[in-house]
C-alpha cells in the first residue's frame, strides 16, 4: 500500500458546484496532515493545515477520520480559480519535516 | 521578500551530459528539500537537509544524483551522466522547521 493515495479525478463541476476529495494514508501514527494546491506548471502551495478532527477555511473545510486513515476536503461554491491539482500531505514518520505527497486529484471548475 | 529561488528554471541536455541544478533557500530557514515530479511518479522526495547536513538522501535514486548543500544558504542537486528517464521537473523547499514548506518554481529538466 502507498503511503498516501488519492483519486486522480479529473473532478469536473460547474461554478458554484461543492465537490469533495478524498485521500487515504497508510501510517496510523501520523498527527498531521496537509492539502497544498498546486497550479498548472507552478509549484505546490499549502492550502489548509489539519492537526485534529478538520479545519475549515472560508469555502474549504479538511476532516480527518483517524479510524479509517482518510481525510477530507470539501470545497463549497467553487469558483473558475479553484481549478488546480490538490495534494494530500502526509509527513514521513520519523523523518524531522520531510513529507509524504499524495499524486494530487486534478479539479477543473466550468463556466 | 524573495521565496526559494532555484536556476535555472529549464534546462535542454543531452544524454551523457552532467546537469546541476541550483537552489537558494528563504533566508534563516533551516530544513532544504529536493524533490522530483513526474506524470507517472508524483512528487518524490529525493534528499533533505537540516542545517546543512543532509539527513536521509534514501529517495535519490541511484549513484548518478549527488547533493550538496556547503552553506545555510545554496544548495546543488547534480545528475552525472544524465539519462531521458531523468527528464522531470525538480523542486526545491525550504522551511523554518515548522510544518510549511515553501517550494521554489520548480526547474523543468529535459534529457534527450
Known amino acids: 500500500r502507498k503511503e498516501v493515495e488519492q483519486d486522480p479525478g479529473p473532478f469536473n463541476v460547474p461554478e458554484g458546484a461543492t465537490v469533495a476529495f478524498n485521500c487515504t494514508y497508510s501510517?496510523?501514527?501520523?498527527?498531521?496532515f496537509f492539502w497544498y494546491r498546486q497550479d498548472c506548471r507552478k509549484e505546490p502551495k499549502l492550502l489548509m493545515s489539519?492537526?485534529?478532527s478538520g479545519n475549515e477555511d472560508g469555502r474549504f473545510t479538511a476532516q480527518l477520520n483517524r479510524a479509517s486513515q482518510y481525510i477530507s476536503l470539501l470545497i463549497r461554491d467553487s469558483k473558475l480559480s479553484d481549478s488546480a491539482t490538490y495534494l494530500c500531505?502526509?509527513?514521513?514518520?520519523?523523518?524531522?519535516?520531510?513529507?509524504?505527497f499524495g499524486k494530487g486529484t486534478s479539479l477543473l471548475v466550468t463556466p | 521578500d524573495a521565496g526559494v529561488i532555484q536556476s535555472p528554471r529549464h534546462e535542454v541536455t543531452e544524454m551523457g551530459q552532467e546537469v546541476t541544478l541550483r537552489c537558494k533557500p528563504i533566508?534563516?530557514?533551516?530544513?532544504l528539500f529536493w524533490y522530483r515530479q513526474t506524470m507517472m511518479r508524483g512528487l518524490e522526495l529525493l534528499i533533505y537537509?537540516?542545517?546543512?547536513?543532509?539527513?536521509?538522501d534514501s529517495g535519490m535514486p541511484e549513484d548518478r544524483f549527488s547533493a550538496k548543500m556547503p552553506n545555510a544558504s545554496f544548495s546543488t542537486l547534480k545528475i552525472q551522466p544524465s539519462e531521458p528517464r531523468d527528464s522531470a521537473v525538480y523542486f526545491c523547499?525550504?522551511?523554518?522547521?515548522?510544518?510549511?514548506?515553501?517550494f521554489g518554481p520548480g526547474t523543468r529538466l529535459t534529457v534527450l
Open positions: 523547499a525550504s522551511t523554518p522547521g515548522g510544518d510549511t514548506q515553501y
Open positions: 501510517n496510523s501514527a501520523s498527527q498531521s
Open positions: 489539519v492537526y485534529s
Open positions: 500531505v502526509v509527513p514521513q514518520p520519523n523523518s524531522g519535516y520531510a513529507l509524504n
Open positions: 533566508s534563516g530557514h533551516n530544513s
Open positions: 537537509f537540516n542545517n546543512n547536513v543532509p539527513i536521509d
